[in-house]
């Protein structure tokens, strides 16, 4: 492997089991999985597949029970203290006292930037986002897909190479989130990021991703893991091509296979 | 939606509730006092006519219930009328009471908030302060407030401190009950969010925890400074009556004087709702500073 592709995520036969009161749940069992760089890596499968789970192991909000899991070579809990990611939640999570651009100041702040340097990143990532002029706004003044782009841009002010999406279109109407994903492609080729996205729509995952990984639950495992053919460039009536709808029925058939569709 | 008016949405409820209880303390003041009127006749060995009842159980000297307007006259007489350096001037004892109170619920807002700030951070004060906090309270204060300041007398400790920290015994619980629950506010998607950045517990504490736990802070305030107002009152029971509207309540039990006990009550009431709506304009002012919805 060359370091341009050496892997972001490396699991091996990553597991996780929850101790609850019912007994023993297995979120996660057996995942082998590798992310390399600059891939855009999506998640799919039906609740309680472990997709979300998944994510927060490589953010370290979890920690799995058996097998191993490397972030930038890092465990995840190293990889972590490095910031070496940014995370996008299934809501905004703005803090509704602070505005826009002191929503997204609030990792810089922690992370100890300075004033100016503050300044500059706020500014180009409300670029990045198309929320330029909307910095002084408080949260609840911005529509929801707005609030989204803005918890966006805060996952994109510091220098991490990764970004983990956790169904962040997921509680948007379709209109506004086919709007999103073009421009989340956008944002992906201008910035070279590495993005593992939690979705639980077939058109969303192959219109995003060079990857998709399709998970089932009871036990949360992998099924299939197609690699996408389609091209980076990617307008949306790509959705209508003989292609897409090929990766998309083969994404079909991998959640079949894991009885996904099963009551 | 229709436009809020003063008149229709403000004035007009509230004086028609203080319009209607100032009728019934009338009625009650007439049958409450006229007994008395009653007793007066028959050992003079005269009759009295009910409206000589009605006109004289509005003006007695030692009523069981005073009269609306003999307090308010008592009041006027006793602010307006006496120097406020006189020990006959009401503003003197409420200003004695007053700072005793404002003291207390300093030190007892900032007790309060220390100890939330322990019990959120600190497992171990979580499971052994908090029963000892709620148990305090099941104390009744009239029990401890003597013997805390006659404790403390013994010390050398007397006058204003001893009196503050009856108010802080009552005004610290409500805080340390609201800041815990306001400090445990935050939902799990904003602290999962402040663990990817790596912040330190200070900087979860200073940038999501203490404003998130703002309005929790200003509701346990009010509640707060109109009890340590209640503590101030009761501490000052003990003490011998000297000074405050604790002592001017003693006093006037002592001597019978029912006119004195009610001005000195609605001085406390006066008080106690002026405090509270300064806490009020605070909490207000904060949270639009905080950018709150309007």
């Known amino acids: 492997m060359t370091s341009n592709s050496a892997s972001v995520v490396s699991a091996r036969d990553l597991g996780l089991t929850f101790q609850t009161s019912d007994g023993p749940v297995n979120a996660l069992t057996g995942v082998n999985l590798d992310v390399a760089k600059g891939d855009f890596v999506s998640f799919i499968g039906p609740s ?31 990889a972590r203290r490095h910031r070496a990611y940014g995370y996008v939640f299934q809501a905004a999570a703005l803090y509704p006292w602070r505005t826009i651009e002191k929503n997204i100041a609030l990792p810089l702040e922690i992370m100890g930037y300075s004033k100016d340097e503050r300044k500059a990143r706020i500014e180009r990532t409300l670029e990045l986002v198309n929320l330029s002029g909307f910095g002084k706004k408080y949260p609840w003044q911005l529509s929801g897909g707005m609030q989204q782009r803005a918890s966006i841009a805060r996952a994109l002010a510091f220098d991490a190479d990764l970004l983990l999406m956790d169904e962040p279109f997921g509680a948007l109407d379709e209109i506004v989130r086919d709007h999103l994903n073009e421009q989340l492609l956008k944002l992906w080729a201008r910035t070279n990021k590495t993005i593992c996205f939690v979705t639980h729509s077939i058109p969303e995952a192959v219109y995003l991703s060079t990857k998709i990984v399709v998970m089932s639950p009871r036990p949360g495992r992998v099924t299939d893991i197609i690699e996408s053919t389609l091209p980076r460039e990617r307008p949306l009536g790509i959705r209508e091509t003989a292609e897409f709808l090929e990766i998309a029925h083969r994404v079909r058939e991998g959640l079949r296979a894991g009885h996904s569709y099963d009551e | 939606m229709r436009e809020e008016s003063f008149f229709r949405d403000k004035l ?9 209880l100032i009728a019934v303390w009338y009625v009650a003041a007439i049958f409450l006092n006229a007994p008395f009127e009653r007793d007066a006749a028959a050992r003079a060995g005269t009759e009295i006519g009910l409206s000589d009842i009605v006109r004289n159980t509005m003006a007695q000297e030692r009523p069981v219930l005073p009269a609306p307007h003999q307090v308010v006259a008592e009041i006027w007489d006793t602010t307006v009328n006496k120097a406020i350096t006189s020990k006959r001037s009401l503003v003197y004892h409420a200003w004695i009471t007053l700072s005793a109170t404002l003291l207390g619920f300093g030190i007892g807002a900032a007790l309060g908030v220390l100890l939330a700030v322990g019990i959120v951070h600190n497992r171990a004060m979580d499971r052994s302060l908090m029963p000892w906090v709620i148990a305090s309270q099941t104390i009744p204060i009239l029990a401890i407030a003597p013997m805390i300041i006659v404790v403390l007398n013994a010390i050398g400790i007397a006058g204003l401190l001893p009196k503050a920290l009856i108010s802080t015994y009552l005004s610290f619980f409500p805080v340390v009950v609201g800041m815990v629950k306001g400090l445990r506010s935050p939902e799990a998607i904003q602290l999962d969010l402040m663990h990817t950045y790596n912040a330190s517990s200070a900087q979860t504490f200073w940038k999501l925890r203490w404003p998130s736990s703002m309005p929790y802070l200003f509701t346990s305030l009010k509640v707060a400074v109109a009890i340590s107002l209640v503590g101030a009152i009761v501490g000052e029971l003990p003490t011998g009556a000297v000074a405050g509207l604790g002592a001017r309540l003693l006093a006037g039990s002592y001597y019978g004087q029912t006119v004195q006990i009610w001005a000195a009550l609605f001085m406390a009431a006066a008080l106690a709702a002026v405090l509270v709506m300064i806490v009020g304009l605070a909490h207000t002012a904060v949270l639009k500073r905080m950018g709150a919805k309007p």
Do not use: H, Q
């Open chain 1, 48 to 78: 309680g597949c472990g997709k979300t789970t998944f994510l927060r192991v490589i953010a370290d909000l979890e920690k799995p029970t058996s097998g191993s899991i490397a972030v930038n070579g890092m465990t995840p809990e190293e």
């Open chain 2, 12 to 20: 007009l409820p509230i004086s028609t509730v203080v319009l209607i």
